[in-house]
Every structure is written in structure tokens, then in C-alpha cells.
């Protein structure tokens, strides 16, 4: 730890009043120390690590960290703030600040000790006795364990005595029987970093179980190493917690045990509530109908409700989708590119293939981004049912997409077919079978029955109401016009731009590439509409950033630079790092520039056959000087309304209140306001 921190690192009066002024005060203690090579660049890392998911956490703390090419060596920086300062903990703002710095290439000794001291904040006399120590040589001492967090002697006295703790005084004399083996739980923890949130509810499970009297051990697949928990621990678990961000790694380890499935902050500020839940649920029985079929996954905390659970299905299916879309779609986009739109009519090239010819070329490239798109429905069914209940719905889940393509059903019909498999999977590992059969179920019997069972229902019951209502919408794609299709794009940019690459903009973005699997006029302007509205957001920033640069950080002038490559490459989470400093300008900026943008597009008319691109597939796109209008027309909006909104604000200060020199020096404020 001697290598983490020193006393020049530690801040005991640390006066910043929002997070990022946090962060940047500290950061600019590691830069003064050699460990940060470029402050705004790293700061830039740091919030959109923060975008991710807020790194407070209950108890007072702050836990901002990310992994940074600007870091030359692990680092930790602390400070303490005597108002507190809010990093989205649910029981308020924190006043112990931990700014943590990974190189990119962090070695795992480094990541180690980083993991040992998450786990040292889940202690309650550490976390006092740094709100108690003035001096920072002390404070840095602490925090890298050189000195005890207590007056020695008033920790441990008992133990050090030779005295047997109340507590353990039964099992000293021999009172508990031998037969009374504690509740014996499992847990995997794991965050998107793998720095601090992985520890911290590792810690915390532990803690919990200590304190209900349960033997809990955990496997923390961070970036500190990842090491399997003994498979015969595994076997002897009654239960299992799995506390996540990230798919949990070779999950199938733990089929057939009660579960419970949470992310991974839900184990640090509530571990004793889910050690309760899982005993309550293997109380009752329930597992799986067999030992060694994956459980159904509960894709979210206890309260979630039944709309966030189906959202979390439909977005998986969406983002193992999305890459044979983008695969298939560029493909045949290079296709047409090179050998006209008749190139969809050339003979099989297994047939036929000349190496000298283009047209060959062009022919190969167009069927083999055809079979690329042929999985598209089926991967989306088969995930949606994956996302429900895991493996065991890979294989009905596919049956039904194939179905689903084969009966004309299309996108939604994948749709139905991913939820129904997932549901059917669902209704039979709840049935409780003989101890014989449970070996073959997850490898027979619910494949079997599942497939057999979402092929009646595609096939008989839902299949052709389904492909009715497809064609109902393709046919109304492809005859929009006008208002109608003015408002369509209006509705589409302004989802593209709301949550710059979340849900919301995955779903616009989906039924914008489930329309090119059985490609119309109407479904591919709305395509381009989609593609269109999404460039905006960076470009706009982007723009913001360069006719008034006064209004920005520095940090956010050099994100600007960059927003224009991600812009012109429809990378619409360029534009987070502005979104997560300044949510209440920048996005409904987007968004009005989004808006315009879609409206425009339809207006105009301009299709796109590829899913992806940006500017360099202008040349593929129907109409591209009048779409490149529609993007320069949102992007114009987009930056004229941040900078109107910027301009407008006051500064924090006035003269009315004492404490306004720090923020008539803060850049955001320009000297005019």
C-alpha cells in the first residue's frame, strides 16, 4: 500500500462541493505527485466510470475509481469533507472521499491491495478513525495499515488476554452438538471495473454472515484475479448469492440451488436482507426441478417490477443481436456499394464465382451478410429466453425465431417467441420430478419439451396473428408519408437522444434493424431517420464545445474533440461525459436537436440499407446530401441550445453570499452571466 498513498495524497479539509470539483482536487494532488499524466483526460474517464453507476455508498463514502491510459501507477487519493458531498449513496451525501486510479494495464499485486482496501471500508472503527485523525501522514498511515485504527489495547483486549469471547464460550466447552452445521451460502460478486464494488460486497456478504451465524464464502471475479470456489464447496452450499453488474462467469456451477440474483451494490448496503431471502427461499424448496439445470434468473433486485424484468429481457436479446445486424447489414451495404441494387438477384456464388469479376465480389458479399441477417430474429428470440432463464432457453428460444422467419412473423414475432420460450422454461423447471430424471432434464427433457411446446404456439396458436400484425406495420412503414411520417421521426430522434445509448435508444435503435430483416421503403427511411438522430448528440457537443469554449471545462473542450469522431461514427455515448456534469441542459438539447434531426430525414425522404456507419456510409444512404442537411440542421439546434441554457445560468455565488471567489473562478461560468 506504501506505493498507493502517501501523506501529499491526503486531503483532511477537503472543500469541494460536487463531485466532480472532488474528484478534480484530488486528481490534481496525483498529478502534482507524477501518478497522472493528463488531468482533464483522466477526469474524462472518471465520469463516465460515474455514468455508469453512481460510487457512493451507504455509511458516508465516496468511491469514484476508474482504469485510465493517463495513469502511470496504481494510485489512491483521500479526502474528507466536512459537508459532505453527494455521490448518489441512498442514505445521503459521503464525507470519506477515495479517488481511485488503475492504469490500463494494472498488475493484479496492485489491483490486490486496492481489493484489500474496499474490503477495509465495510469496517466501521476504520471508517471513524479516519474521520477522527486531523493529520495526513497519520490518515495515509492508516489507509495503508501501518497503524491500528484504535488505541492499541482497546481493540481485541479479550483475545489478547487469553480470554474466550462471551460468544464462543458454548463452542469452547463442547455445548453445540456436532450435528449443527451452520447455513452454508455461496456468493459471486462482480462489478464493471472490477476495482472497489466487488470487494466492498464481498466484504459485506461475509460480515453478514458472521453475523447471522452462516457460512458464507465468495469467489469475486474482479480485477484482482479470479479464482473458482472449490467445486466440492460448491456442492455442500445450501444456497447461492450472485451480486453483479457483469454476466456472472460459468454460472452454470451453481445449477439447482435456491438463488438469489442482485446487483452488486443491493450486497453491500443489504447483505443481511438477502442472506435472509435466500434461507427463505431454500426454506421453502426452491430449486430447480433438477440438481443440474440452471435456475431461473432473477435479472433484478427483489422489488424490481414485472416492466423492469421484461425490459432487462428485451435488451439482452437486443444487445446479442446487434452485431449481426451490424456484421450482416455493413456486408450487404458494401454489396450494393460495389455491384448496384441488382446484385440481390446474382446467382449463388457457390455456383458461380469469377476471382477477376466484381460483380462476384459484390455477389459474395452481399449473401454472406444475407446469412449473417438470417440469424437475426433467432438470436434475438433465443436471448430474450436466455435473459429470462438462462441456458436452458437457448434451444426453444431459437426454434422459435427460426419459426418465426419461417411463417413470415419477423421481428416481432421473435419478439413473442424469445418471451414465450423463456415462460415455458420457466413453467417446467417449477415442476418437481423424480430424483431419476433430474440428470437428463437439462439436456433432454426440458429441450424436448420446450421446443415441441413453443413450436404448437408459433406454429398453430400465435405464429400467423403475429405475422398479420408484422405485415400490418411494414405495409404502414412503407405507405408513411408526409405528417405521419414527420411525427414518426420526431418520436424516433427524440428516443435516440434521451439516454445516449441506453434502453430507451436501443429500443428505437431495434426497431429500426428489425425492419431491415425484411427490408421496404418505409423501413428504411426509418433506418436512416434512427441512424441520423442518434450522430447528433456528440456532433452537437461537439460543436458547443468549439464556437464557445469559455462555457466548458477544459475536460470537456478535449471530450469535444473527440465527440466529433464518435458523432460522424453514430457513437451517440460520445456525448455522456456533458450528459452526466450537466443532465438538465445537455439532454433535452439533444433531444430537440434529435427531434429535428428525425424530422427532417423523413421529410426528406433518405433511406439507408446499413444499421451502422455514420458518414462513411453516406454513399449508401438515398438522398445524402439532403440527410447530411438533416444531421447539420439537429446538430445546429443542439449546440445553439446548450449554449443558450449554459449561458443562462448564474454563477453559484453573489454578493450576497460570503463564499462566492471559488466560483467566480469556476470556467463553466462565464464572465458575462
Known amino acids: 500500500m506504501s506505493e498507493l498513498i502517501t501523506a501529499e495524497l491526503v486531503d483532511v479539509d477537503l472543500a469541494a462541493?460536487?463531485?466532480?470539483?472532488?474528484?478534480?482536487?484530488?486528481?490534481?494532488?496525483?498529478?502534482?505527485?507524477?501518478?497522472?499524466?493528463?488531468?482533464?483526460?483522466?477526469?474524462?474517464?472518471?465520469?463516465?466510470?460515474?455514468?455508469?453507476?453512481?460510487?457512493?455508498?451507504?455509511?458516508?463514502?465516496?468511491?469514484?475509481?476508474?482504469?485510465?491510459?493517463?495513469?502511470?501507477?496504481?494510485?489512491?487519493?483521500?479526502?474528507?469533507?466536512?459537508?459532505?458531498?453527494?455521490?448518489?449513496?441512498?442514505?445521503?451525501?459521503a464525507d470519506l472521499i477515495f479517488l481511485i486510479a488503475?492504469?490500463?494495464?494494472?498488475?493484479?499485486?496492485?489491483?490486490?491491495?486496492?481489493?484489500?482496501?474496499?474490503?477495509?471500508?465495510?469496517?466501521?472503527?476504520?471508517?471513524?478513525?479516519?474521520?477522527?485523525?486531523?493529520d495526513p501522514a497519520a490518515v495515509a498511515a492508516l489507509i495503508r495499515g501501518e497503524e491500528a485504527p484504535a488505541p492499541a489495547g482497546s481493540i481485541g483486549a479479550p483475545e489478547a488476554a487469553g480470554e474466550v469471547p462471551a460468544a464462543a464460550a458454548p463452542e469452547a466447552a463442547g455445548e453445540v452438538p456436532a450435528a449443527a452445521a451452520p447455513f452454508r451460502i455461496v456468493a459471486v460478486t462482480s462489478c464493471p471495473t472490477g476495482i472497489a464494488h466487488?470487494?466492498?460486497?464481498?466484504?459485506?456478504?461475509?460480515?453478514?454472515?458472521?453475523?447471522?451465524?452462516?457460512?458464507?464464502?465468495?469467489?469475486?471475479?474482479?480485477?484482482?484475479?479470479?479464482?473458482?470456489?472449490?467445486?466440492?464447496?460448491?456442492?455442500?452450499?445450501?444456497?447461492?448469492?450472485?451480486?453483479?453488474?457483469?454476466?456472472?462467469?460459468e454460472k452454470d456451477r451453481f445449477a439447482g440451488k435456491p438463488t438469489v440474483d442482485v446487483g452488486v451494490k443491493a450486497a453491500i448496503n443489504r447483505p443481511a436482507e438477502l442472506i435472509a431471502d435466500v434461507r427463505g427461499k431454500a426454506a421453502r424448496g426452491e430449486t430447480t426441478a433438477a440438481a443440474a439445470a440452471t435456475a431461473p434468473m432473477d435479472t433484478g433486485a427483489p422489488g424490481d417490477h414485472f416492466g423492469t424484468r421484461l425490459r432487462k429481457w428485451l435488451m439482452t436479446g437486443v444487445s446479442y443481436m446487434v452485431p449481426f445486424v451490424a456484421a450482416g447489414g455493413l456486408l450487404i451495404a458494401l454489396a450494393f456499394a460495389i455491384g448496384g441494387y441488382e446484385i440481390n438477384s446474382a446467382p449463388s456464388v457457390a455456383e458461380h464465382f469469377v476471382w477477376t469479376e466484381a460483380a462476384s465480389w459484390a455477389a459474395l458479399l452481399f449473401q454472406t451478410g444475407g446469412a449473417a441477417f438470417g440469424f437475426l430474429v433467432p438470436v434475438?428470440?433465443?436471448?430474450?429466453?436466455?435473459?429470462?432463464?438462462?441456458?436452458?432457453?437457448?434451444?426453444?428460444?431459437?426454434?422459435?425465431?427460426a419459426?418465426?422467419?419461417?411463417?413470415?412473423?419477423?421481428?416481432?414475432?421473435?419478439?413473442?417467441?424469445?418471451?414465450?420460450?423463456?415462460?415455458?422454461?420457466?413453467?417446467?423447471?417449477?415442476?418437481?420430478?423424480?430424483?431419476?430424471?433430474?440428470?437428463?432434464m437439462p439436456v433432454v427433457v426440458i429441450p424436448l419439451i420446450s421446443a415441441a411446446v413453443v413450436g404448437f404456439l408459433m406454429f398453430i396458436v400465435v405464429g400467423k396473428p403475429i405475422a398479420s400484425l408484422q405485415k400490418a406495420m411494414t405495409d404502414w412503414l412503407s405507405g408513411l408519408s408526409g405528417g405521419n411520417a414527420v411525427l414518426l421521426g420526431v418520436l424516433l430522434g427524440l428516443m435516440m437522444c434521451f439516454d445516449l445509448g441506453?434502453?430507451?435508444?436501443?429500443?428505437?435503435?431495434?426497431?429500426?434493424?428489425g425492419g431491415l430483416a425484411t427490408p421496404t421503403d418505409g423501413s428504411l427511411k426509418v433506418m436512416a431517420a434512427v441512424m441520423a438522430a442518434g450522430m447528433v448528440p456528440p456532433l452537437g457537443m461537439a460543436l458547443a464545445t468549439t464556437v464557445r469554449a469559455k462555457l466548458f471545462t477544459k475536460a470537456e473542450q478535449d471530450n469535444g474533440k473527440a465527440a466529433w469522431v464518435l458523432g460522424a461514427s453514430f457513437i451517440s455515448e460520445g456525448a455522456i461525459p456533458f450528459a452526466a456534469a450537466d443532465p438538465l441542459r445537455v439532454i433535452p438539447s439533444a433531444m430537440a436537436g434529435g427531434a429535428v434531426t428525425g424530422a427532417l430525414s423523413m421529410a426528406f425522404g433518405a433511406t439507408l440499407r446499413a444499421p451502422h456507419g455514420g458518414i462513411f456510409v453516406v454513399p449508401l444512404i438515398g438522398g445524402p446530401l439532403v440527410y447530411l442537411l438533416a444531421i447539420a440542421a439537429g446538430t445546429v439546434v443542439t449546440a445553439g441550445l446548450v449554449v443558450l441554457l449554459k449561458s443562462r445560468r448564474k454563477p453559484a455565488g453573489s454578493a450576497a453570499t460570503a463564499p462566492a471567489a471559488p466560483e467566480a473562478a469556476d470556467p463553466n461560468v462565464p464572465a458575462a452571466a
Open 198 to 249: 466487488t470487494y466492498m460486497a464481498a466484504e459485506s456478504l461475509q460480515k453478514a454472515g458472521e453475523a447471522a451465524g452462516v457460512d458464507v464464502v465468495v469467489e469475486t471475479q474482479g480485477s484482482a484475479g479470479f479464482t473458482r470456489l472449490d467445486p466440492g464447496v460448491i456442492a455442500a452450499a445450501d444456497a447461492v448469492i450472485l451480486a453483479h453488474d457483469v454476466e456472472v462467469r
Open 17 to 93: 462541493e460536487t463531485k466532480q470539483t472532488a474528484a478534480r482536487s484530488l486528481a490534481e494532488r496525483m498529478v502534482a505527485a507524477g501518478r497522472v499524466t493528463d488531468l482533464d483526460g483522466f477526469l474524462a474517464d472518471v465520469a463516465a466510470r460515474e455514468a455508469q453507476m453512481p460510487t457512493g455508498l451507504d455509511g458516508g463514502i465516496g468511491i469514484p475509481h476508474c482504469r485510465s491510459e493517463h495513469v502511470t501507477a496504481p494510485t489512491l487519493a483521500f479526502g474528507r469533507s466536512a459537508r459532505g458531498i453527494d455521490f448518489g449513496a441512498p442514505d445521503g451525501p
Open 380 to 401: 434475438l428470440a433465443g436471448y430474450i429466453a436466455y435473459g429470462m432463464v438462462d441456458r436452458p432457453g437457448l434451444v426453444p428460444g431459437f426454434v422459435g425465431g
Open 403 to 440: 419459426i418465426a422467419v419461417t411463417i413470415n412473423a419477423g421481428f416481432l414475432g421473435g419478439l413473442a417467441a424469445g418471451l414465450i420460450a423463456g415462460a415455458v422454461v420457466m413453467a417446467i423447471q417449477r415442476v418437481r420430478v423424480p430424483a431419476v430424471l433430474r440428470g437428463v
Open 102 to 134: 488503475a492504469p490500463a494495464g494494472a498488475d493484479d499485486d496492485h489491483l490486490t491491495i486496492l481489493s484489500a482496501l474496499a474490503r477495509r471500508l465495510m469496517d466501521a472503527e476504520f471508517t471513524d478513525a479516519l474521520r477522527a485523525e486531523r
Open 502 to 513: 441506453g434502453p430507451v435508444n436501443k429500443v428505437a435503435y431495434a426497431f429500426a434493424v
